[in-house]
């Protein structure tokens, strides 16, 4: 996708308007829509475990896929520089969105996190750990995932743009995701012309 995509278009207008919805009220729309494996399991924000002010994030993913380096045949700084190349094709507004197969290593940490920042992309989704959790604090850059975790073996990007399973979920590139203090789940393109209605008939829900 590109800047003047009609899909991409409407992707960042489904965001804007998801932005001001919980993920309870979309899950909710999601359950009756008939969606199923919607919910990115496992992931929340980082590193705090809660967002500043009840914040949420929400917008096109950008998939990376990144899986252990055979490092007798790669450098880390080869691989940062691969890394930091991959999310620097991200575009403002987007979220990009790590595939990393669950790992507990950091895969995530202060370089890509100010570039994300200076890109103004809208938060990121990772499927492993992160790092330099005091960077990413203090940048204020939305990241959600498993933890946190100083140690990292170094990660090779398998692919840029291609569809990611995170937590039970695939995401693909376009599919919108949301999170919030409750979670991460991701929407995906064909209920764009639907999502907005079905949220809206259901306004506001008590447990």
């Known amino acids: 996708m590109n800047d003047e995509t009609p899909d991409r278009e409407a992707a960042l207008e489904i965001s804007r308007a998801l932005r001001g919805v919980g993920t309870e009220l979309i899950s909710d729309a999601l359950r009756r829509l008939g ?3 919607y919910v990115l399991t496992g992931l929340g924000p ?6 500043t002010n009840g914040d949420r994030v929400a917008g096109p993913a950008f998939t990376i896929q990144r899986a252990p380096a055979n490092r007798a045949h790669v450098s880390h700084a080869s691989l940062r520089e691969e890394f930091h190349q991959a999310v ?3 575009k403002a507004g987007e979220v990009v969105v790590l595939g990393a197969f669950g790992t507990d290593e950091a895969v995530w940490g202060d370089g890509v996190t100010l570039l994300c920042k200076q890109r103004d992309i809208a938060g990121a989704v990772v499927d492993g750990a992160i790092r330099d959790s005091g960077m990413v604090r203090d940048v204020g850059l939305t990241v959600f995932a498993r933890g946190r975790n100083f140690y990292s073996s170094g990660q090779v990007v398998l692919g840029v743009g291609a569809p990611v399973c995170i937590g ?5 590139p376009g599919d919108v995701i949301v999170g919030d203090d409750d979670g991460v789940l ?10 907005l209605g079905e949220v809206e008939k259901h306004p506001i829900r008590r447990q």
Do not use: W
């Open 46 to 51: 980082v590193p705090d475990g809660r967002l």
């Open 88 to 90: 620097g094709s991200a």
């Open 186 to 195: 991701v929407v995906a393109v064909e209920l764009f012309p639907v999502i």
């Open 35 to 37: 969606s199923t494996n």
């Open 168 to 172: 039970g979920a695939i995401v693909r």
